[in-house]
């Protein structure tokens, strides 16, 4: 959904529910949980790359990426749609939204937590956390009793197991161990109010009951040194319980340019920590990924004010965007063109017409012309800027345009639809791009037939 490869993705068969979940959400103005590989309209350039990382990444390897576009470019979708290359892997996904006052990146124990909390994959929605833990205990006795281990004799031997498999986490965290500990024996004693709130405490959560870290033999709440030893720890839990790896995404991480200097400060410094230990092979199994604007990482106030930081992520983009490396620490997405957008609207109306009461008169009445002429009305408003343009033009055509066409037979968008953008409806960025009409006509080609899309005679 982002990018000048105009080049259609292929087309595989939609269900329903998927159908249903794109459009619902397009029609909100937001970009789809899933099916997104519907919509991947010019990012078939990444798709090499992309599959060769998560290939290293399930076979132990680690990998961290920077993601740089203006608004409207496309970066959720763009981490969206690799966390849908991950999870077809089996890997365990987990989107994170970086912000002041709800996650502050400075503190780690605080991005852990809403990690284990949006911790979510292929078969299991947030938070995952649970079923991974006892998935991964499952994943012991299994392993227990392939080693010829009797049922009298399987707690302890998955004892062993358990201390074996966490021993290099146990030399940063030891009480990760102990708190999966503490959850099995409640478990095993019926427990399950002291093994929630031990789960609870696993996954960084504070104000745990004493009573129930005690019975794990745990004390305190997790910190920010302590959240980098619980990572390691989930990571060995996900690749014992059969999942290869982990795709964490930090979004919107240029929200640390507008926080107190000294808070941005440590964030910036926390965020280079993060990278040296994914380099350093401290977390094998891990694909981290951030995304940012292009002042983020080239102004004074984001990461050019730490000079280690900035060096990892120095990135040439002297060149063509055309010749962009896809295996550079730091990507580029170059946003839509008029082309590429009207491109996504003919993807859109496609799959809108195939759950359709009424396909054909979908594709006669929104034909490619019109789908055209609305992206360009829809820019216009927006003064031009096509990049602010893509979530505004999507909720339009489904929601004002499709949307009526489908339900109403006598609806002709061409002769009973006129494009409004009340400010309301915009976001900051959008807003400072309109052009202040409240009420925009849309320019139609007046030699096109409303119900055909051919020439009037």
Do not use: C
């Not at 080239?298 to 983009?317: E, K």
């Amino acid at each position: 959904m982002t990018g000048t490869d105009t080049t259609p993705p292929a087309a595989p068969s939609v269900s329903a529910v998927r159908r249903r979940g794109i459009v619902d959400a397009l029609r909100r103005g937001a970009v789809p949980e899933a099916g997104l590989d519907q919509l991947a309209v010019g990012l078939g350039r990444f798709q090499a790359a992309v599959d060769s990382e998560l290939e290293a990444v399930a076979a132990g390897a680690s990998v961290f990426k920077a993601v740089r576009g203006e608004y409207g470019s496309g970066k959720t979708f763009f981490t969206r749609w690799l966390g849908e290359q991950a999870k077809r892997r089996n890997f365990a996904v987990a989107e994170i939204q970086v912000s002041e006052t709800e996650t502050p990146l400075h503190r780690l124990e605080t991005v852990y937590r809403r990690l284990t909390e949006r911790l979510t994959t292929a078969s299991f929605p947030p938070s995952a956390l649970r079923p991974v833990v006892d998935a991964w205990f499952y994943a012991l006795e299994e392993d227990a009793l392939a080693a010829g281990v009797s049922d009298v004799d399987l707690t302890g031997a998955v004892e062993e197991l358990l201390v074996l498999r966490l021993a290099e986490v146990s030399r940063h965290a030891p009480s990760f161990s102990a708190a999966l500990r503490g959850y099995r024996a409640a478990l095993d004693a019926g427990d399950e109010k002291t093994a929630a709130a031990i789960l609870a405490w696993l996954g960084g959560q504070p104000h745990v009951a004493a009573a129930a870290k005690r019975a794990a033999g745990v004390r305190g709440d997790l910190d920010h040194f302590g959240a980098l030893g619980f990572l390691q720890g989930l990571l060995t839990v996900l690749r014992d319980g059969g999942h290869p790896g982990l795709f964490v995404v930090l979004d919107e991480v240029e929200t640390l340019q507008r926080v107190r200097s000294d808070a941005r400060d440590k964030a910036l410094n926390a965020l280079r920590q993060l990278i040296d230990e994914v380099h350093s092979g401290r977390f094998p199994g891990l694909y981290l990924i951030i995304t940012g604007t292009p002042a983020f990482y080239d102004g004074q106030q984001g990461v050019q004010r730490l000079a280690p930081l900035a060096q990892r992520l120095a990135t040439d983009f002297g060149t063509d965007a055309r010749f962009d490396n896809p295996r550079a620490v730091q990507l580029r997405l170059p946003g839509f063109t008029l082309d590429s957008l009207g491109e996504l609207g003919r993807t859109i109306r496609d799959l809108y017409a195939a759950g359709a009461g009424d396909p054909e008169r979908i594709k006669a009445l929104v034909d490619d012309n019109y789908i055209s002429d609305l992206a360009q009305a829809v820019t216009g408003s927006l003064g031009g800027k096509v990049g602010v343009a893509p979530r505004l033009y999507l909720k339009k055509l489904v929601g004002d345009v499709m949307d009526r066409v489908d339900q109403f037979h006598d609806f002709d968008p061409r002769r009973d639809y006129r494009l409004t953008i009340s400010t309301n409806e915009l976001t900051d960025v959008e807003r400072n791009s309109a052009v202040g009409a409240d009420d925009i006509d849309l320019d139609l080609d007046t030699d096109v037939a409303p119900a055909t899309g051919q020439e009037s005679p």
